[in-house]
């Protein structure tokens, strides 16, 4: 398929083709005919997919018709978690509507609101916004929604996980009800389904992703390392193998900065971005890192979620999620649009749980490469490679406030509290992963096509 089979408007296929994209991503292709004929769509799909495109191009030809935003007005909202997100959305938004007479702003905490309050004056037709941010702005009178034609809501996953239901529910509620809806999310647990039920309507429901798969274009392995020697690890690997651009991944604010420290003493110039850095830090550091002044940069999941950087060609994980999807999502940042990347991991014996869950939940063994000189004291055990009942085997994890240690004993198998724990678990955020990364279709997807041609990057 083609961008001119999706009735996109002559303007629009110009700024697509200056982009550099020969042709729609899946989700591109499911996404933009409902979008552009008003209907609300219900998606699951997660960064690296083209979403953004998927909902910013049509949102964009239907805007550019109707009348045009009045002061302090949005006519699209397009509310997202993390102020990376934000940003990099608003840049979509320019570039890909830079031929048309539209105004976009973006909004977002952490910075002076004053500008964004001045932005706001004239009204805009598509405005990108974190939750607490949008809702400061609208209780200082600078943004009222009765033009309201379009609400997006994206990441919706990692928008529960960050605690913004409150937020998102008190801005449901400043809303017209007329209006079309869209809702993106990586994954569609129980809590993200009862969520949906009180903003979409009547959906147009698109899956673009198989569960829980890893991109394909990722060369992804490990490395069996005692603790104490990742930090000397992770410099040889950068070292020898002359890595230029390095995104890491710790699981702890903490961790990060630490890394960081150990980084540059050894002479690597690195920077961490996490949720205790200004917006100010984060911004440059992100902005220095894509520039290539920075060789490493290391990121919580939190803060990486959404950072999109052209031909980022290597992840390292410094440590193991704690959440196996989390690491789909972590390597899913290389490889990126059809692109060759490698991911690899330092494993130390005390992550075995953590490794096996991710290799559960991918159904692969990862291979194992001890590094010379490095070879673990501790050993990391051998992997089981049993990957029949993920489920089944899961261990179940009693609520503390329910699950009885002392009071119900571990010796009363089916009581009432046990159960508990694990209709609790049931409910827990990552329990039905339903995205996995689309990235997977590449082999016969047309990013692979599309990343041949494709020369210059909004996005950086
Ligand atoms: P997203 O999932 O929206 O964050 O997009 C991921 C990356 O894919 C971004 O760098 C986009 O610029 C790029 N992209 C979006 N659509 C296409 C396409 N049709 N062909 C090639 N690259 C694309």
Redesign the pocket.
């Known amino acids: 398929m083609n961008?001119s089979d999706l009735n996109l408007s002559p303007t629009l296929l110009q700024a697509?083709d200056e982009?550099?994209?020969?042709?729609?991503?899946p989700?591109?292709e499911k996404a933009i005919p409902p979008v552009l004929a008003g209907k609300d769509v219900m998606a699951a799909?997660?960064?690296?997919?083209?979403?953004?495109?998927?909902f910013t191009l049509p949102i964009l030809q239907n805007l550019s018709t109707g009348p045009r935003a009045k002061p302090n007005q949005a006519r699209a909202l397009i509310i997202t978690p993390t102020r990376e997100l934000a940003a990099?959305i608003g840049e979509?938004v320019s570039t890909y509507g830079r031929h048309l007479p539209l105004r976009s702003t973006v909004v977002f905490g952490g910075v002076k609101i004053n500008p964004q309050m001045m932005r706001l004056r004239k009204g805009v037709d598509i405005l990108v916004a974190t939750p607490g941010r949008l809702l400061d702005l609208h209780n200082q009178n600078a943004v009222h929604f009765d033009q309201l034609e379009v609400l997006v809501l994206d990441e919706a996953d990692r928008m529960l996980d960050m605690g913004f239901i409150h937020d998102i529910r008190k801005i449901l509620a400043l809303l017209p009800k007329q209006r079309q809806n869209l809702m993106f999310s990586a994954t569609f647990s129980d809590d993200i389904r009862k969520l949906a039920r009180t903003i979409v309507h009547d959906p147009v429901e698109i899956s673009v992703s198989p569960q829980n798969t890893t991109v394909e274009t990722v060369k992804h392995w490990i490395c069996p390392v005692d603790k104490k020697q990742k930090p000397a690890l992770l410099c040889k690997l950068i070292k020898d193998n002359d890595w230029q651009q390095v995104l890491v991944f710790s699981r702890t604010k903490h961790g990060a900065n630490r890394l960081t420290r150990q980084l540059e003493d050894r002479g690597i110039k690195a920077a961490a971005i996490h949720g205790n850095k200004s917006q100010a830090a984060r911004t440059r550091a992100l902005s220095n890192f894509k520039q290539g002044d920075l060789r490493v940069l290391v990121a919580t999941d939190i803060a990486a979620r959404?950072i999109?950087i052209?031909q980022l060609p290597q992840v390292v994980n410094f440590d193991l999620p704690n959440v196996p999807e989390d690491y789909v999502h972590r390597i899913g940042r290389t490889g990126?649009?059809?692109k060759d990347g490698q991911a690899v991991s330092l494993v130390s014996a005390d992550e075995i749980k953590q490794l096996t869950d991710i290799e559960r939940l991918i159904k692969t063994v990862l291979e194992r490469k001890v590094i010379g000189g490095f070879e673990p004291v501790h050993d990391l055990p051998a992997s089981s490679g049993d990957f029949r009942s993920f489920k089944a085997k899961k261990p179940k994890k009693p609520n503390h406030h329910q699950a009885g240690e002392g009071r119900h004993g571990g010796n009363q198998p089916g009581k009432s509290a046990n159960r508990h724990g694990q209709a609790k678990n049931g409910n827990s955020r990552r329990k039905k992963p339903g995205g996995g990364d689309n990235q997977s279709g590449n082999k016969s997807s047309?990013?692979a096509k599309?990343?041949a041609n494709?020369g210059s990057?909004?996005?950086g």
């Open positions: 961008f697509i982009q550099g994209y020969s042709s729609p991503s989700i591109q799909a997660q960064t690296g997919t083209g979403k953004t495109a998927g990099q979509s959404g999109d052209n990126r649009a059809g047309p990013w599309a990343s494709r990057k909004a996005q």
